[in-house]
């Protein structure tokens, strides 16, 4: 997948804070100040893009993307704890007499920044081993070394090549916009917890029986939450059902 090197980015578990004890009380928000603010997309972009927004826990407001591959990676920003913050269109760099427009800026958890620059298949040319490479990637990655940022490509394919992820991150980010509006939540979080104390792997219908009267699918928000907060995890390379085994992200 696309995003595994993302994710594998300054990969040390200490940084990321998996080695601490799960604050129940943690946040997917952090607050403070970003770096960029969002270019807004004007009138006439609306009418003539493929625009698609959604409801950012992360950051706590509206995001508006371009296109698949936009909504892919802003999925993937939102529901994996290794990245704290994000913006979409945050800035635009020169590249010889041209402007070219960055379509992301992510902070890591362990505190490393950089952008992502969205190449379609049209702009790419085949790189040894069959990947595409775009067919201006050494200008490009010039251009950003002398802006003093650090640039990451995602070509069409490699959106495509992840394939039923958009639908996975989906979904998650769906039942952690619900578990937000729970009364109930950290109490549930706190329930959750501690029968994976108890049971580091269960499938979530099981958490559901063992926390019932708890409605399921407030388990399920919940649940879902406590997966992009980091402290629970799944194999995702399978699909998220009722079935699938969840289990205790262990501290190192």
């Known amino acids: 997948m696309w995003f595994q090197s993302l994710l594998e980015a300054r990969r040390d578990s200490r940084s990321l804070g998996f080695d601490k004890p799960f604050d129940v009380a943690a946040s997917m928000h952090q607050g403070g100040?970003?770096?960029f603010e969002p270019r807004k997309f004007g009138r006439r972009e609306f009418e003539k893009r493929d625009v698609y927004g959604y409801l950012s826990v992360k950051e706590g407001r509206p995001v508006e993307v371009e296109g698949l591959p936009g909504v892919a990676v802003g999925l993937t920003l939102e529901v994996f704890p290794q990245f704290c913050s994000y913006v979409e269109r945050p800035r635009s760099?020169?590249?010889?007499?041209k402007k070219v427009e960055l379509h992301f800026w992510l902070?890591?958890?362990a505190g490393f920044e950089e952008f992502i620059l969205l190449v379609p298949d049209a702009q790419c040319v085949q790189a040894a081993g069959g990947t595409l490479r775009p067919r201006e990637a050494d200008r490009l990655l010039a251009a950003a070394r002398d802006a003093g940022i650090a640039l990451r490509f995602v070509t069409e394919t490699d959106i495509r090549t992840a394939g039923?992820?958009?639908?996975?991150?989906?979904?998650l980010l769906a039942f952690a916009q619900v578990a937000q509006s729970l009364d109930s939540r950290l109490a549930l979080r706190s329930r959750i917890l501690e029968h994976f104390d108890l049971?580091?792997?269960?499938?979530i219908d099981q958490v559901e029986a063992a926390l019932s009267p708890c409605l399921p699918a407030d388990v399920q928000a919940v649940l879902c939450e406590l997966i992009c907060l980091g402290a629970l995890d799944f194999d995702r390379g399978h699909e998220l059902t009722r079935h699938t085994l969840i289990e205790r992200r262990k501290t190192s």
Not at 93 to 97: F, Q, T, Y
């Open 33 to 35: 100040l970003r770096p």
């Open 93 to 97: 760099m020169i590249v010889g007499d």
């Open 107 to 109: 902070r890591h958890a």
């Open 164 to 171: 039923a992820t958009i639908a996975q991150h989906n979904r």
């Open 199 to 203: 049971q580091p792997r269960a499938r």
